[in-house]
């Protein structure tokens, strides 16, 4: 069974950073693509970024230069650095894992920017 457990969000003033992780347990990391996900009050779930099994990145474009994903095999973890951050990139953040046929969740971690 994969277990994702996020960590690492909070409350944070325009213009900071934060960083978040997601532990990654139940599967053989390395294999299946990891991303993050985020869903805003009021709006639909939508991709921050992923990282395939092959190293390849993928960022949404209103994320690009202001976010960065990093994965540790090793440790069966992904970061997420979130620098730049605006009141637009307040939401509930979740870690992905994918599968060829099922992608699991985690349980979401909240972040909040103020004005």
């Known amino acids: 069974q994969v277990q994702l457990v996020e960590s690492g969000g909070g409350l944070v003033q325009a213009g900071g950073s934060l960083r978040l992780s997601c532990a990654a347990s139940g599967r053989t990391f390395s294999s299946y693509a990891m991303g993050w996900f985020r869903q805003a009050p009021g709006k639909e779930r939508e991709l921050v970024c992923v990282v395939h099994s092959g190293g390849k990145l993928n960022y949404a474009d209103s994320m690009m230069g202001r976010f960065t994903l990093s994965r540790d095999n090793a440790k069966n973890t992904v970061s997420l650095q979130m620098n730049s951050l605006k009141p637009e990139d307040t939401a509930v953040y979740y870690c992905?894992?994918?599968?060829?046929?099922?992608?699991?969740w985690g349980q979401g971690t909240q972040v909040t920017v103020s004005s």
């Open positions: 992905t894992l994918s599968t060829t046929n099922h992608t699991y």
